[in-house]
């Protein structure tokens, strides 16, 4: 869990809440054509569970979730790929700012 901003002498770890920033036209229409595929196989509950809870783990543990896949120094960001019940996810997590940028998410299995 990360620290909140100006509290690093406290003992106690206070948990953050990041902004998700589900990115960009092509994300929303791959999530929407996700979906879509997803009520035609009957699992659009299923998937839309799914997407709320990799949306709650971006928000609280970007860090946590996943593996790092690579450090952007200058930039300050690390980028990580994750994946959470059948949905695959690559992110970059801005440490210092509390901002988690979804690069991509796609639905892995064979249900898709």
Do not use: S, W
Not at 4 to 31: I, N, S, T
């Amino acid at each position: 869990m990360p620290l909140a901003p100006g509290r690093g002498d406290q003992k106690e770890r206070v948990l953050v809440d990041r902004h998700a920033f589900l990115g960009g036209l092509l994300l929303q229409a791959a999530l929407k054509r996700l979906g879509t595929r997803a009520n035609e196989l009957g699992i659009g509950p299923r998937f839309l569970a799914a997407i709320k809870a990799l949306n709650q783990r971006l928000r609280t543990d970007p860090l946590g979730l996943g593996e790092p896949l690579r450090d952007y120094p200058n930039a300050g960001l690390q980028e990580r790929v994750g994946n959470h019940a059948f949905l695959f996810v690559r992110y970059a997590v801005d440490r210092v700012r509390y901002l988690v940028y979804v690069v991509r998410c796609e639905a892995i299995g064979r249900d898709f």
